[in-house]
């Protein structure tokens, strides 16, 4: 019983991680505007999902390189849009 619970937990965490960016997202290709959006959080961000991916794969762990790295996908999309956009208002 105790796997379940776990797993569960487990699931709810990555559902968690992985839907918490894409508020940012969304307001941001609606507004086209990334202002608000710290270069540096996002940075970190994306560097600790690499991290975690790597760690991941490097101990078998197959549920966090697949968490990890959807939420790795997600947090780099909004760094991606941070730099589009910033770019474009700079031209």
Do not use: E, H
Request: charged share 15%; with cysteine; aromatic share 12%.
């Amino acid at each position: 019983m105790s796997d379940l619970i776990a797993n569960i937990v487990g699931t709810g965490a990555a559902l968690c991680s992985i839907a918490s960016f894409a508020p940012q997202m969304i307001k941001i290709w609606k507004d086209r505007d990334a202002s608000s959006v710290s270069l540096k959080t996002y940075s970190l961000t994306v560097t600790c999902f690499i991290l975690w991916v790597v760690y991941g794969v490097l101990t078998t762990a197959w549920p966090i390189v697949f968490a990890n790295g959807c939420a790795l996908v997600m947090a780099t999309g909004v760094l991606f849009m941070k730099w589009r956009f910033d770019i474009s208002d700079k031209a």
